[in-house]
């Protein structure tokens, strides 16, 4: 097994930041922003001096954040993560509610500003509860059995004879008791987090595992929470971005002097990127259309036709994941073999709130507001774009219309950052959706090869897989098998592409599962049998039994036309089991999906009613990945860039859904926004297999046909 | 320009060829109302003008002299939510709630025509209405939790 930082390894196409960061600030600084009373801070090393003055450099990776009580019983946590919709805000302020016996109202998150949280390397990869929750949980401990200690030197009593509830301090017989506000008043208490505090166990956990609504979501319904698009300066201008028209032009040249003559327009051309800004959209609109620019386009580029050829030819040297033994003595053992190669389309993340940002230069410092999912990786680029230090920048993250690993850049930011240091006023921009479209960066193609056997009694003999270009999360096989080779080979994309919700874990478990699919058919087991025949990973196993019960996996009908699949798999300590029923159409092959069930565990539940949610939109959104989304291109450009050209599920498109979540109190919790997609897209085709269709290879699998 | 706008008189200066969407967001400050694409195709930008649910993305402002527009910011009653927006935060039926605006005043206007939409309704009236977070079982629910009481 690879660690978890390896495997974000695998995927070539995470953003890279240097190994180093230094944050600075001193004790004095840290209380003047805060506020008196104490806090626990947690960072890698020691960041604080004896003297609470120095602070010595910590890793990029590791984790921090600090809480603060302060001294009007209020709780502040601050933290890097930020929030996209999966809804750490609650889920994280929930733990720290819980260690500090306060209501959960009390406590306030400060997530995602660069200049008041401490460095974090960015939300993705399902780390915020199983990273950040234990020690956000520890720091939350750490400060209550700080807060007890002092309350026992103030009240001249002993520690232990000192309960905490209610966000108050009181002695077993309920005569004393002290406030946390009435503790902290007057402090200015630095203490770094202690790693050995005993902290509340799963089965007497109060606010965790408990359904409590989203934070602030009665902002959201009404409509005045402001997310990054929403925002306005006063003064503020309205940039556009004169596009190129495809990937990878070069500007010829340009003449701005037709847009530049509309009164209060602010034009920009700097090396390739041409901007207008104006006080009203209207006039910047027409700014836009009034740029000439000339650009020399790269010829030459593949298209949707020749992309599968094209990854496998231009693979570059491999990555060897996982091998051992030989590949043709398992083979040659095998009653039933499968042999072969799966394609799968780019897609796009395509978030509701389309990347935005809103900058303001104070003299040679800018302030940015954007939704990104890496703040400080966006800190870090307009640092460097502008050649200025990073603390001259400041990047804030209102709470943002989703991402699903697809707002990891800060296009946007560079975009309003340069535009508003021209006009020298605030500059909004807001890209359009086609811009969204082709400008974002795709979830990558790819082309998996994969060649196994199985002998007689339903065990695997060999497994040979490739996976070209995609990735390599989830790329290791969970079922038990001598001889097998595993590999993945990084291709130069000809489109911009990076990470998506569960990254290449959607195309590999799509072919694995496909292939185990196969082998059970050719075999004449049933597939959840053979699944079971060669999988030892209990948890696993436990997914895949509750999803059947809940299913009827064993009492399946079987009607003409109708076909149940499944789909299961691993990662980042989700594991997922999904079961699907389909009916194909015998007249005309038209594919139905009518049910589906996923069952779901990721050790302790936090929060039951955003875990299911969490599930239940994996299953929904993984429903266009699977069915129909396919990014169509040609000569460089996006050929379906809007979402009149360009599917996604729908309510129309939503079958009957079931979630089941096993609760796992003996083990950590671990995130859920990204694993539950995994087993929808193989459940459909296995499905529609069963059901008397096709064996089908490709995903989307109703691509061409849709 | 003037526009009747949650029972309150505005006057704009814009082109009028300007979108409703625009004219809401960018000129009054009402960014309760999203943009999703431009083209009518994701039902953020809903919004009701005479109690129909409208597109402010493609509609001109100049088509809406002596009209009534209802945006999310004016379905609220004496500080208390519409039984809609109760309904979504009671039924978790958001994620990320871009679309939360628009599939609230979708869902008004929806109830305003069937006080008791079957499941069928809600599917096909709501189907243009685009939630990329997948929370479309949970917005069902709480659609039809209105119904009931």
């Given amino acids: 097994m690879r660690n978890q930082d390896e495997s974000l390894a695998a995927e070539q196409y995470e953003l890279q930041g240097p190994s180093l960061h230094r944050f600075s600030m001193n004790r004095r600084q840290f209380f003047r922003y805060l506020g008196g009373g104490i806090a626990i801070t947690f960072v890698a090393g020691h960041a604080w001096s004896e003297d609470g003055t120095a602070v010595a450099s910590v890793d990029d990776n590791s984790i921090h954040a600090w809480i603060h009580v302060g001294e009007n019983n209020k709780v502040t946590v601050y933290t890097g993560k930020v929030e996209v919709g999966q809804n750490i805000r609650t889920s994280l302020a929930q733990i720290v509610a819980e260690e500090l016996t306060v209501p959960f109202d009390s406590i306030e998150m400060v997530m995602g500003d660069t200049a008041l949280t401490p460095y974090d390397r960015g939300t993705f990869g399902s780390r915020s509860i199983p990273q950040m929750g234990p020690q956000l949980r520890k720091a939350a401990a750490s400060a209550r059995e700080l807060l007890r200690k002092m309350a026992a030197k103030k009240l001249n009593i002993d520690v232990n004879k000192l309960k905490v509830a209610n966000g108050k301090i009181s002695d077993t017989k309920g005569k004393m008791s002290l406030s946390f506000s009435e503790i902290a008043q007057g402090k200015e208490l630095i203490q770094p987090i202690d790693e050995s505090v005993v902290v509340t166990p799963p089965d007497q956990w109060k606010i965790c595992g408990t359904a409590v609504p989203k934070a602030n979501a009665a902002r959201f319904v009404t409509g005045t929470h402001r997310y990054a698009s929403d925002m306005t300066l006063p003064d503020m201008m309205f940039g556009k971005v004169s596009r190129p028209p495809s990937f990878g032009a070069t500007l010829k040249r340009v003449d701005l002097s037709r847009a530049r003559a509309i009164p209060g327009v602010v034009a920009v051309h700097d090396g390739n990127f041409v901007g207008v800004c104006a006080p009203d959209p209207v006039t910047a609109e027409r700014a836009l259309m009034a740029v000439q620019a000339e650009w020399e386009e790269k010829a030459g580029q593949p298209s949707r036709d020749e992309i599968f050829d094209y990854l496998v030819k231009n693979a570059k040297a491999l990555r060897d994941n996982d091998s051992n033994g030989d590949i043709s003595a398992g083979l040659a053992r095998a009653t039933v073999k499968t042999n072969k190669t799966y394609y799968v389309d780019y897609i796009a993340h395509a978030p509701l709130e389309p990347r935005a940002a809103l900058a303001k230069w104070d003299g040679d410092k800018v302030t940015v507001w954007t939704g990104t999912q890496r703040p400080f990786g966006v800190q870090e680029e307009l640092s460097d774009a502008f050649r200025i230090p990073k603390e001259s920048v400041r990047v804030i993250m209102p709470d943002t219309g989703s991402g699903y690993g697809g707002k990891h850049t800060g296009d946007a930011a560079l975009e309003a950052a340069r535009l508003a240091r021209e006009a020298r006023r605030p500059v909004k921009v807001v890209w359009t959706r086609e811009e969204e479209f082709t400008w974002a960066y795709f979830r990558p193609a790819g082309v998996i090869q994969v060649k196994a056997g199985a002998d007689a009694s339903g065990k695997l003999t060999a497994w040979e897989f490739h996976n070209y270009n995609s990735g390599g999360s989830a790329i290791e096989t969970q079922y038990d098998v001598g001889q097998k080779r595993i590999q993945f080979h990084p291709v130069d994309s000809p489109l911009r592409q990076g990470s998506y919700r569960g990254l290449a874990g959607t195309a590999n478990i799509f072919a694995r599962e496909s292939a185990m699919d196969d082998l059970a058919m050719d075999l004449g087991i049933d597939p959840l049998e053979f699944r079971m025949k060669n999988l030892s990973n209990e948890r696993l196993r436990n997914v895949l039994h509750a999803c059947a019960n809940a299913y009827g996996w064993s009492r399946r009908s079987k009607a003409k036309g109708q076909g149940h699949g499944m789909g299961c798999g691993m990662e980042k300590g989700g594991y997922v089991a999904t079961m699907a029923e389909v009916f194909v159409n015998p007249d005309n092959g038209k594919v139905t999906v009518n049910r589906a069930v996923a069952a779901f565990e990721c050790g302790a539940i936090i929060n039951p009613m955003h875990l299911e949610n969490q599930v239940l939109g994996c299953v929904v959104q993984g429903l266009g990945g699977a069915l129909f989304e396919w990014i169509d291109f040609r000569n460089g450009k996006i050929l379906n860039p809007l979402f009149s050209r360009y599917r996604v599920p729908r309510f129309e498109d939503v079958p009957q859904l079931e979630a089941v979540l096993v609760d796992r109190k003996d083990l950590p919790s671990a995130g859920a926004g990204e694993a539950p997609i995994y087993g929808i897209a193989p459940a459909i085709r296995n499905a529609i297999a069963d059901a008397g269709g096709e064996r089908l290879y490709s995903l989307p699998l109703l691509g061409m046909r849709a | ?149």
């Fill in chain 2, 1 to 149: 320009m003037e526009l009747n706008i949650n029972n309150k008189a505005y006057t704009v200066d814009v082109e009028p060829t300007a979108s409703l969407l625009t004219v809401l967001r960018d000129y009054l400050d009402l960014t309760g109302t999203k943009y999703g694409c431009g083209e009518a195709a994701c039902g953020a930008c809903t919004v009701l003008v005479d109690g129909q649910p409208t597109r402010s993305c493609i509609t001109p402002v100049s088509s809406l002299m002596h009209k009534r527009i209802t945006t999310i910011e004016g379905i609220a009653r004496d500080g208390n939510l519409h039984p809609v927006q109760q309904a979504f935060i009671d039924n978790d039926a958001f994620q990320c709630a871009y679309c939360a605006p628009g599939m609230v005043m979708a869902a008004v206007a929806l109830l305003e025509r069937h006080p008791d939409p079957t499941e069928e309704q809600i599917r096909s009236s709501m189907n243009g209405n685009i939630c990329r977070c997948g929370t479309y079982p949970r917005i069902v629910r709480a659609i039809q939790s209105i119904k009931t009481t």
